[in-house]
């Protein structure tokens, strides 16, 4: 039988389903975990906050991720 979380639960990413072999009941409360975690650290917010340290660890790190190569790696150059 093919189980669908969004049935259940439509936020749910379908690889915590995967994850918990497609086990409904231990998928959502490994699901409600995560939402609580999520809700402790304010996890969704976390973007909007200030970074006060930011000006200085990029004084000390002045690189930053560019892009991929035609192969596909990534590559960062260092900016002076």
């Given amino acids: 039988m093919q189980v669908s979380m969004a049935a259940v639960e439509p936020r749910c990413p379908p ?12 998928t959502l409360a490994t699901w409600q975990r995560t939402l609580d975690w999520r809700a402790e650290f304010d996890v969704d917010n976390i973007l909007a906050e200030p970074q006060n340290h930011y000006e200085v660890i990029k004084g000390a790190y002045p690189h930053a991720f560019h892009g991929r190569s035609r192969g596909e790696d990534s590559f960062t150059p260092l900016l002076d």
């Fill in 15 to 26: 690889g915590v389903l995967a994850s918990e072999r497609k086990d409904v009941p231990k």
